[in-house]
């Protein structure tokens, strides 16, 4: 159901909006409890996307690649990497504890 032009209702609670914020334009699901899981944001230098979620899980059948300018990891426990083939590590300087 459509709601204003704005929001659409999902399953299981969930609602869709789209909404102008700004020059920008906001595609966001919401859960039933109002947390927000997903959101697009659409600007002029380009697509901003935000997941939230208890697991996140990415898989491809052949790779997954990301390139950007920094790419930050930050745990609260363990950080694992697995290969059954080489794993290659190169930088102009790698920092280990």
Do not use: W, Y
């Not at 929001?7 to 909006?17: E, F, V």
């Not at 789209?18 to 899981?37: C, F, K, T």
């Not at 996140?56 to 997954?64: C, D, G, H, K, P």
């Not at 300018?69 to 102009?92: C, M, P, Q, Y």
């Amino acid at each position: 159901m459509l709601t204003g032009d704005k929001m659409l209702s999902l399953r299981h609670g969930r609602t869709l909006t789209v909404e102008p914020v700004g020059d920008d334009e906001l595609v966001e699901i919401h859960a039933a409890s109002g947390v927000l899981e997903l959101r697009v944001k659409l600007t002029d230098d380009g697509v901003v996307l935000q997941l939230e979620g208890a697991r996140i899980s990415l898989r491809a059948t052949e790779s997954v690649d990301v390139d950007c300018r920094t790419f930050t990891v930050n745990a609260d426990a363990d950080v694992r990497l697995e290969s059954k083939g080489d794993i290659h590590v190169e930088g102009k300087l790698i920092h280990l504890n």
